[in-house]
């Protein structure tokens, strides 16, 4: 479905998917089968990134909006004005896909269990920045990438799917991330697709399928 046929629709529901830099799994989340979900915005903190591009080029509605005068997380105020324009915008769904930001406090209440992120590791394994560099010097022989929903803290929120990959003998951080990355495009499209879908329900940490 295009957005455009979507845009006065009911039973859509409607995904913001936040980026700071390329954007392939924005695009892979436009491309993929999300219904009844359908990506209608992409808002980035950064000026220069490609996703803004791909956004246009796909087009999907693209925002650039300050995030604040910090490196690592988003201003207070700012974070209210994201969310804020999220809402204005009939957002039911926020993925975060390679945003290098932490969520702290509006983001999170506005969206309460409605966020998610895409990490490339098998968390609990290897969160925060650089998981493939950690994977290899760990030299773990399986890793792959987690489909979480967002808490308070980095990476540690409910998982919804994983899917592994193997760590080669000869492998460099580039090639197991392009490794993962694969993976990466298929099970962000699938957790949103089971999210938006309503077939999720979580049981403590655990998120189960009403469905099986
Ligand atoms: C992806 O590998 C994603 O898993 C990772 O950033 C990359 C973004 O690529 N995210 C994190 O490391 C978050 N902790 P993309 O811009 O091409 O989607």
């Known amino acids: 479905m295009l957005q455009s046929e979507s845009d006065n629709r009911n039973d859509v529901l409607r ?5 700071s830099g390329r954007g392939s799994n924005f695009e892979a989340l436009c491309r993929g089968d999300t219904a009844p979900g359908i990506v209608t915005l992409l808002i980035s903190d950064r000026p220069e990134a490609t996703a803004l591009k791909r956004a246009s080029d796909l087009g ?3 925002l650039y909006m300050y995030p604040g005068n910090y490196r690592t997380r988003f201003g207070l105020d700012e974070e209210k004005q994201w969310a804020d324009l999220m809402l204005e915008r009939g957002i039911e769904l926020v993925c975060l896909a390679g945003l290098m930001r932490i969520l702290k406090g509006p983001l999170l209440e506005a969206f309460a269990g409605r966020i998610m992120n895409i990490h490339p590791s098998l968390l609990p394994s290897f969160p925060g920045l650089h998981s493939q560099r950690q994977a290899l010097d760990y030299g773990v022989k399986l890793s792959g990438c987690t489909v979480h929903y ?3 803290r980095t990476d540690t929120g409910s998982v919804i799917l994983q899917r592994a990959v ?8 580039d090639s197991l991330a392009a490794r993962i990355l694969k993976q990466e495009h298929i099970a962000y499209s699938e957790a949103v697709k089971l999210h938006c879908s309503g077939v999720l329900e979580a049981d403590g940490r655990r998120i189960l399928r009403k469905d099986k």
């Not at 995904?15 to 980026?19: D, F, G, N, S």
């Not at 193997?166 to 951080?173: A, N, Q, S, W």
């Open 15 to 19: 995904i913001a998917v936040l980026a």
């Open 60 to 62: 999907v509605e693209a």
């Open 150 to 152: 967002v808490d308070f």
């Open 166 to 173: 193997p760590v080669k003998d000869d492998d460099t951080e």
